[in-house]
């Protein structure tokens, strides 16, 4: 796309706590080491590739403060008031599309409005964001385009409400604004905005065009990029849904200073698991930066965003449709969403649950023998650091996990498969070719009865 | 695909009442006359092409009785028992997928099982079929294949009922039966039954494999070919749902032996659409053959559906998400849909009002100078011998046409673009290029109010 094809990489940068082996591939085509080993539900490993990634270095336009920039790695200068995002393109063919990231992005009207082709625009959010950016978002669709008219509805917050009751308000919205087929929706909110707003996008009409302006990490490092749309249903998570790819990803690093504690943390787990399943270098900085991120260093949380971004682009790129590896985006995934759909969606937030989630994969790849116990340590330990839970909630029962776990879309042909660590740190496997009888520990060993 | 590389033309066929020009081109690939003029919503004719149609003669496996023989042109002999079904291709690339059109095609389980990937199959089917075939469906899915196993839900009957309440009642089903990703979904009934069914393996689990069994001729000769899904808003028709398509279309053209009255005409106003947007000679067939069709001549049927097969395999295989040349298949479907939501959604058939919006269509274009008065006259005469009615119901006013109409999926920045015929016998437009004042006088000229 145009934003990406101008950004260079600066060799003025020096990362100042830069891994070594992270500097050694300072390119813009460089190696991540990223073993993944596939297996098929009923045999032994398929294939094992070293792939690469690319990485487009653009300005961050953040502001580094002195006490923070000795420890946070990026490739870029500062540079909070040039407006220059940085763009991560995500390779789909013809459905390829930019996801932006810098802060006062909503400040640049350019963006959104090159991305709107019709004359009208629904935006999609709830009653927590919509009193803090609808009014901008509005604006930057609006300013000096007369011709486009925007419309919104303002959904409840909150997973209990991503549901089918909810994403019919959407299409009753649509419809009474007469909105027709070259119209844009626009999701602005958290990973349950963006997955119902998606959903409706692709539904309404049979499809038309959509945006994502993710608020919360979660949303901006994980869910609102790779067309995963959706909602759920009372017996699981996400049953119901499409993949549909939007027009692009603005992300905002602004909308973060609203966002709770607790929001902010439930996005590291996402974070977290890239480190884990394809990019060790990555793990190893967050080790070093934690605290860092949780203090909302704002060079901090665009390098984060920006390399879970890359991470998340280059897996949908080369599996869209979830046949194998993009499967390994859910390590944690299914342990975290029978614990959702076990309390009752919205009592846990969906990076607590998979940070339980996690540690439950974890100790069963240790149980397999798959890896060593530094490995365990060290999950417990940043996701400690995190403040996120090490454990699911005392109401899971192993009966309640197995039930939920059931439906779980990775089964297949009645075989669950799992996303577990092997081998050295950044290494996975999705497979259901494991012993049931770790899985049973495990369960047991986190469940009360 | 490889059922249909096998079939070839009879050389020893000789249609009887086949029309001058159709023999001339009883070639497997001939030109077919569908001058199709498109029109953008705000500038003049863009594009006048003519379209080559690649006709594949395979055996119709249907009895001809002495009597209508006479009367039904065919380029293949009659074959009850033969079990070979003609086979209909629609090219979509890597989801091209094949119809199979016969009788006693469900007593042919090789043709279902090669589609069937996985061990679970779900079909979706109303309270009217199911008793009549659900079970033979199920022995065609799991004879010989004893790892299949089949779960079915069975829905209530009528377009009353295609909207998200019934929706979901798939949805709970496919998940208490563990359906996983693998798994089939299998529409067994009318266009209502395959737009949901459709619809609901789109959506499920972000997408499953779904097969088509229609059962009515509105279904066969349309609904079920060229992945249209979806269900009905209570502001207008079809406003919700996806392009997804099947893995085959099966049409046994036995089931239409228990088909209504009243349904049989409601499919012919599909057929007869065909021939008016862009096959002349197969108008001109139909013009001679509607009362053998009425009698329901089996060998008959089999050529009217497989000719309006071939018409929309076509049509879709060049423009499958409806950017232009699609959208002329929905000749008079504008009108129609306005007397479908208007009068609530049931009371009329689908071809009832399509029927009726055709006439109106038809008016529209004479009153804009497009076409002279002969064709207009053949359009009411055909539709009379297909007991279909030619009005819209009286309690249609002016203004529920209009606001209907509005919310229609063809409105494009608030322009209204409609199908009307433009020039000779089978020439359509589909444009929103005409005078206002045309379409008032249609409406008014069909609403007392």
Redesign the interface.
Known sequence: MAASSSLRPNPHTSPLSTPRRQQQHSSLSRAIPCSLSFQSHNSGSVSLRYLRCRVESGRVPLRVSASSATQVMDQAPSRASSGVPTVVEVDLGDRSYPIYIGSGLLDQPDLLQRHIH???VLVVTNTTIGPLYLDKVIDALTVGNPNVSVESVILPDGEQYKN?DTL?KV??KA??S?L???CTFVALGGGVIGDMCG?AA??????VNFIQIPTTVMAQVDSSVGG???IN?R??K??????YQPQCVLIDTNTLNTLPERELASGFAEVIKYGLIRDADFFEWQEKNMHVLMARDPNALAYAIKRSCQNKAEVVSLDE?ESGLRATLNLGHTFGHAIETGCGYGQWLHGEAVAAGTVMAVDMSYRLGWIDDSIVKRVQKILEQAKLPIAPPEIMTVDMFKSVM??D?K????LLRLILLKGSLGSCVFTGDYDRKALDETLHAFCKS
């Open positions: 019709g004359k009208k089918m019919m299409f009753d419809i009474e007469r027709d087929r070259r959903y692709a539904s309404f009409l049979r499809g995963k749309t959706g249903h017996l699981g996400n049953l119901i849904g499409a993949f449709k059931a439906v879309k089964v297949a042909d009645g």
